[in-house]
């Protein structure tokens, strides 16, 4: 029996195409001005890529009525919802 490495090895490229076209990604940090999230209206300034994930949740949060933020712990994640919320107009 192999392990989940060997699996992932020989299949990740598949699962990843698979998952992309079943889920394509709304938001893209390289057009990141395009969103019309302005980030200089917080009370603190993001720090790394909570800026990114910031107007990641705020967009999906725009389009759908809920959202999931998963990040391991200190990664701001309070932050990143509070935030999102705020720039995605709901008070």
């Known amino acids: 029996m192999t392990g989940l490495a060997d699996f992932l090895s020989d299949h990740g490229e598949a699962i990843a195409r698979t998952t992309l076209r079943a889920y394509p990604p709304v938001y893209s940090a390289r057009n990141r001005d395009d969103w019309g999230f302005d980030l200089t209206r917080l009370r ?11 107007r990641a949740v705020a967009l999906s949060l725009q389009r759908h009525r ?4 998963v990040g391991e712990m200190g990664t701001g994640k309070t932050t990143i919802a509070t935030s999102a ?6 008070r």
């Open 85 to 90: 919320a705020y720039l995605a107009g709901f």
């Open 66 to 69: 809920g959202t999931n933020l």
């Open 44 to 54: 603190r300034r993001p720090l790394g890529a909570q800026g990114d994930a910031i």
